[in-house]
């Protein structure tokens, strides 16, 4: 059995304020995650970074850049798929104020670590992803135009 790719972008504002989004579908309904979502075949991890977040939000890509990797399970449909999510700090070319959230998430929103709880992100990757962020201690690690 192979893995999976999934991508995830880190998405901070001027305060340095990471973008978590709220999950509109099962798994998790209701928890927190990062944009993102799986790669289509033939799609490079890129191009699914870009596809995902104008899919979800009607953002625009202005530059990416590979960060690090973790493994994941997902469980869907009874089914346990294997991942291999790759997150990319992202700089975008659209104003933050204006998002829509769609697709498979219902809402959007930049928090400082004291304004969430690690419980609220339940996929092991992503919550290794956003304590990463963290704890990197520089607001120069992942920014946003």
Request: net charge negative.
């Amino acid at each position: 059995m192979n893995s999976a790719a999934a991508v995830a972008a880190l998405i901070t504002n001027a305060e340095g304020k990471l973008m978590l989004v709220t999950r509109s579908v099962e798994p998790n309904y209701g928890k927190l995650d990062l944009p993102g979502g799986f790669v289509d075949p033939l799609e490079s991890a890129e191009e699914a970074v870009c596809r995902e977040l104008k899919e979800e939000l009607g953002l625009k890509v202005k530059s990416l850049e590979y960060l690090f990797s973790a493994p994941n399970e997902y469980l869907f449909a009874g089914l346990t798929v294997f991942t291999l999510d790759l997150a990319f700090k992202v700089t975008v070319d659209s104003p933050l104020e204006k998002l829509e959230a769609k697709d498979d998430i219902q809402a959007y929103r930049f928090y400082s670590e004291e304004e969430f709880d690690y419980k609220d992100i339940p996929a092991p990757s992503i919550n290794y992803f956003v304590q990463r962020y963290f704890r990197s201690n520089t607001d120069s690690l992942i920014t946003a135009q």
